[in-house]
């Protein structure tokens, strides 16, 4: 079967860095979505990545390897408005998105 | 502005009646998914559309159908609705297949 890991949830301090992990075991590999969802609002498109390596977007970046099957989200100078869930999904062989569960993650002051 | 609108945001409905929900962009996407989002669980794909006039079954299909008479509208229906259909439903639409999803904001819906 095809699934997604990730913690399901990581509490971190205002103005550090925290890392979420997300492992796959998939059915083939074109891509990998990361996304921001907010308590009681939609998921929100953060990043992509296709080929191994580190993309970076602002405090966000994200990381890839495939032969791995793993992948990474970082999150520097965190903020309140980080406290959110972030969820990793992957496009396997027929371009269908599998979704991890999220990973709550908590900002304390 | 430009998004996905769905209607309604909340439905308390009664087990056994139907339903539609509905979903629009205005974004001239060519690709359009239904979702379900349920605790402890990742997003499942009801159906979708790859292009009007066509659409697909995802992962958890039964009980609901879909149509995509247009570009621009996806209507999901449940035509007896039962319990275990509460949940929270996305839309969601995409330019291309490769594309990032834009999502609506959902609508919670709880059967009885």
Request: net charge positive.
């Given at each position: 079967g095809q699934n997604i890991d990730q913690p399901t949830e990581m509490t971190?301090?205002?103005g550090a860095i925290v890392q979420i992990n997300c492992t796959y075991q998939t059915s083939g590999?074109?891509?990998l979505f990361w996304y921001q969802q907010h308590a009681?609002?939609?998921?929100?498109?953060?990043s992509y990545n296709v080929l191994d390596g580190l993309e970076e977007k602002g405090r966000f970046s994200s990381f890839l390897s495939r032969s791995k099957g793993y992948s990474y989200l970082l999150l520097k100078e965190l903020q309140m408005k980080d406290s959110a869930s972030y969820l990793c999904a992957v496009k396997d062989s027929n371009y269908q998105l599998i979704w991890g569960a999220g990973t709550k993650l908590i900002i304390k002051p | 502005i430009a998004g996905i609108t769905q209607a309604p945001t909340s439905q308390i409905l009664a087990a056994g009646?139907?339903?539609?929900?509905?979903?629009?962009q205005?974004?001239?996407h060519n690709a359009m998914y239904w979702y379900r989002q349920d605790l402890g669980l990742g997003l499942?794909?009801?159906?979708?559309?790859?292009?009007?006039?066509?659409?697909?079954?995802g992962e958890v299909p039964d009980g609901y159908s879909v149509s995509r008479a247009n570009t621009d509208d996806f209507p999901l229906t449940l035509a007896s609705a039962v319990p275990s259909q509460t949940s929270v439903y996305f839309c969601?639409?995409?330019e291309t297949q490769n594309s990032p999803l834009h999502f609506?904001?959902?609508?919670?819906?709880?059967?009885?």
């Open positions: 971190a301090t205002e590999f074109n891509g009681g609002e939609a998921p929100t498109f953060l | 009646r139907r339903m539609t929900l509905r979903c629009t205005d974004m001239r499942r794909l009801i159906h979708y559309s790859n292009t009007a006039g066509t659409t697909g079954k969601a639409s995409s609506g904001n959902g609508t919670r819906l709880t059967v009885t």
